[in-house]
T-cell receptor
Framework: GAVVSQHPSRVICKSGTSVKIECRSLDFQATTMFWYRQFPKQSLMLMAT?????????EQGVEKDKFLINHASLTLSTLTVTSAHPEDSSFYIC?????????????FGQGTRLTVV | RKEVEQDPGPFNVPEGATVAFNCTYS??????FFWYRQDCRKEPKLLMS???SGNEDGRFTAQLNRASQYISLLIRDSKLSDSATYLC???????????FGKGTKLSVIP
């Protein structure tokens, strides 16, 4: 099946620094990728929709200037958490979907556990 | 009403038990339905798609009732390895965007 690779899997950074997370579709082209955040014991919450060659679409309450998304190619989307703070510590997961007819299946990256100290 | 709503759980069941999870969705235009499994601190992985006719994969059976906007997952002969959080997922027609339920945690006890 389709594979999505996310890197890094774990990162610890100091408050005020920026962290970049990469999401790659390895064997298919993804014009659209999604970035989710999951806090402990909570559900996956969509942060933004990343569109190849255009601006990302952010969900309500997600600061676009803080969570920078770049989708420069059909196989790579990046999420940069700028000026990270401890409350940004979370599990970040990307996904890319494959649409076949009326059916959609999502493939997830392995996730990135961000800890801001 | 939440877009995708699941049983709150947690479900604690003995090995060998049969357990059923339910899920309702609010958007009647939804076209694709899935159950994903998420292990602790891991990414979600597709367990099975859900079709109108119902489908079975080994010990797992999924059902869809469009009239009631209801999806179910039945696990027979539970194994310890089935312990995980099960996510009900819905998408619109030809849409890349998926909506997740909050998940139901299952613990299978020896």
């Amino acid at each position: 099946g389709a594979v999505v690779s996310q890197h890094p899997s774990r990162v610890i950074c100091k408050s005020g620094t920026s962290v970049k997370i990469e999401c790659r579709s390895l064997d298919f082209q993804a014009t659209t990728m999604f970035w989710y955040r999951q806090f402990p014991k909570q559900s996956l919450m969509l942060m933004a929709t990343s569109n190849e060659g255009s601006k990302a679409t952010y969900e309500q309450g997600v600061e676009k200037d803080k969570f920078l998304i770049n989708h420069a190619s059909l196989t790579l989307s990046t999420l940069t958490v700028t000026s990270a703070h401890p409350e940004d510590s979370s599990f970040y997961i990307c996904s890319a979907s494959s649409v076949r007819g009326a059916n959609t299946e999502a493939f997830f990256g392995q996730g990135t556990r961000l800890t801001v100290v | 009403r939440k877009e995708v709503e699941q049983d709150p759980g947690p479900f604690n069941v003995p090995e060998g038990a049969t357990v059923a999870f339910n899920c309702t969705y609010s958007n009647s235009a939804s076209q694709s339905f899935f159950w994903y499994r998420q292990d602790c601190r891991k990414e979600p992985k597709l367990l099975m798609s859900v079709y109108s006719s119902g489908n079975e994969d080994g010990r797992f059976t999924a059902q869809l009732n469009r009239a009631s906007q209801y999806i179910s997952l039945l696990i027979r002969d539970s194994k310890l390895s089935d312990s995980a959080t099960y996510l009900c997922v819905v998408s619109g027609a030809g849409s890349y965007q998926l909506t997740f339920g909050k998940g139901t945690k299952l613990s299978v006890i020896p």
